[in-house]
Structure formats: C-alpha cells, structure tokens
C-alpha cells in the first residue's frame, strides 16, 4: 500500500506498457502494405515439406521459363520474299512465264488454222473481259462495304441453310434474269446484271475476315492462273475444247456435293470430312480451270456465231461464266493460302 501511495501511476504504467506493444505490433500487420518487410526465409521442417516445396518451385521455373516462349512459332524463310521489289518482280514473272509456257506446251500443241484470231473475236473477247474486270470489281467494293457494315457478322450468325436457299435463290434468279433479257434493253439488262454481282458481294462479304495479304495473294493466283488458262484457249485450234462441256458438268456437280458435306456428315467423321474438304478444294481449281478454258473457246465460237448473224452479240452473259469462274477459282485460293498459313505457325 505504501509503494501504491509513493507511486500512484504505477498500475496504470504497468497495463499501458503491454497495451502499447500490442498496438505496435497491430500497427506493423497493418501496414504491411506501405512499408518493405525484411525478406524471410522460410526452412521446412520435415523432409515431406522440404520435397513437395521443392517441387513447387521447379514447377514454377518451368512456368516461367514457358510463359517467356512464344505460342507461334516462326515460318520458313522464303527465299522469294527477300530482296528489294524488283527481285521480287523477276521472281514472279519467270514464275508466271514458266507456267504460261509449260501450259502452252502441254495443251496448246494444234494452234489455229486461220493464222491468228481475227479482229471481230478479239473485240469480242476485250469486251468480255472488260465486262468481267467490272463485274469483279463490283463484287470486291460491295463486299468491303457490307463488311464494314456488319454484314458479315449477321450473316455467319444466320441459318447456313436458310443462307444457302436464299443465296441460290438470288443468285440463279439473277443470272437466268439476267441471260433470258436481250442486249436491246440495256437498263434491265444491265440492272439484273449488277444484282447478280451485289449478290455475289453478300455472300463472299465474310472473306473479308481474312488478311489482306491472303487476299491480294490468292487475287493475284486467280489471275494469273485464269490469264494463262485464257491465253491457251484463244490460241488453241478452233472448238478442241468445246467437248469439256459435259466432263465439267458431272466434275462440278461432285464438287458442289462435297462442299455440302459438312453440313450433313457428323462432327465424328473427321476423315470422310477431311477427304471432301480436299475434294471441293484441290477438285474444285481444277474443275473451274477447265471451264475457264471451255468458257473461251465458247465465247470465241459465240463470236463467229454473231459475225454470221446467227446470235446476237451479248458480252455481258459471257462475262457472267467468267465471273463465276472467277469466284470459284478466288475462294479455294482463300482456303489453300489460309490453311498453308496456319501450318507454318505450328
């Protein structure tokens, strides 16, 4: 009692001591978040935590170093890419020279008889490809703009079926409209004649999705494939290929099927569905070649027929078959580029 009289607040020092280095300590867990804490090293106790902490941290490096490499890797170096333009330029056109040369060789051996194609089927012919280059024209400005437009997305969210009857519908409306109208009545001629290619331009709209480079790439094959093919066809000996006409026929009509399969054959089938897939590719170019070159010599024979006054002269139904051509050869091209793409990312 005598030392509480000499030292009244020693009670009062004695509980605010421990209350004051739990406040501390409290304090230092709470901001833990502001100041550095002291790195710590943590040793296991047991040999069962000593393994399963080193595995965790070989695991861990292994993300790490994994997290670091990149998912794609790199492609190929192509020798034709590298150079200034004009390397690239000789490149593609010995390429293209090669191919018109080798073509010309195997399936140009009888020239013509007549000494050359006459001023009447070259004008013919000129007109046909102008229609063509405008058709295809057409096709490719309408087509960026309703993919701009989102068009695309609306139609590969759609029914495929219902896009599938409704695409068949207007584009065969259009292009029989189109032939059965005759030259003299040029704005309905020439109107069914742009509704076929805005139809055309709906429903390639999703290649747009598509690089550029793929675009450009697969545009610059189809021509120079189909330019070839054209070349053999007018400089060929009159009417030899006129016979296609039926072979082509039955080629197409397996091709249309086996792009149809996928929307018939089950998932599960994954090599009868690969074997199509190839067929309506690699089946489809060759297909569609060999109607590039039936269609010339069918728009040179039409040119003799209207110099003789048997026909009329009507380039723009002969530029439909070449669009069509066109179209079927450009797509594949799309597809083969695209998935060779996709290979070399692996």
Known sequence: MATLMRRPFAVANAL?????????????????????????????????????????????????????RGYQSA?????????????????GGAIFGGTLLA????FNRETREDGGMPPFE????????????????????AARALHLNGWSYRLMSANP????????????????????????????????WAGFNLTQAALLSPLMFFSPAILARAGLYTVGMMGSIAFVGATAKQEKY???????????????LSG???????????????????????????????????????????????????????????SISLELDFINIFVRMVQILALQQGRNRR
């Open 103 to 106: 073509i010309n060789l195997i």
């Open 122 to 141: 070259r004008s013919y012919l000129n007109d046909t490809f102008l229609h063509t280059g405008l058709g295809i024209g057409i096709i490719g400005i």
């Open 161 to 192: 079926w219902l896009v599938l009857g409704i695409g068949l519908v207007g584009s065969i409306g259009t292009m029989m409209g189109c032939r059965a109208t005759p030259p003299d009545n040029y704005m309905v001629k020439y109107g069914l």
């Open 16 to 68: 605010k001591t421990p209350l004051q280095q739990s406040c501390s300590r409290a304090t230092f867990q709470r901001s833990f978040q502001t100041q550095a804490s002291k790195p710590q090293t943590f040793r296991p106790a047991t040999r069962l935590q000593a393994f399963t902490s080193a595995r965790q941290s070989v695991f861990r490096n292994a993300f790490q170093q994994g997290s670091k």
């Open 75 to 91: 492609a190929p170096p192509n020798p034709l890419a590298q150079g200034n333009i004009t390397q690239r330029l000789i490149y």
């Open 242 to 256: 006129l016979y296609l006409g039926g072979p082509l026929l039955a080629g197409v009509a397996i091709v249309a």
């Open 260 to 318: 149809l399969a996928p929307l018939v054959l089950p998932v599960t089938a994954t090599r009868t569905l690969m074997f199509t897939e190839n067929l309506w590719l690699y089946g489809g170019l060759a297909v569609f070649g060999g109607f590039t070159l039936y269609d010339i010599q069918k728009i040179l024979h039409h040119a003799r027929m209207s110099e003789r006054g048997l026909m009329r002269k009507d380039t723009v139904n002969e």
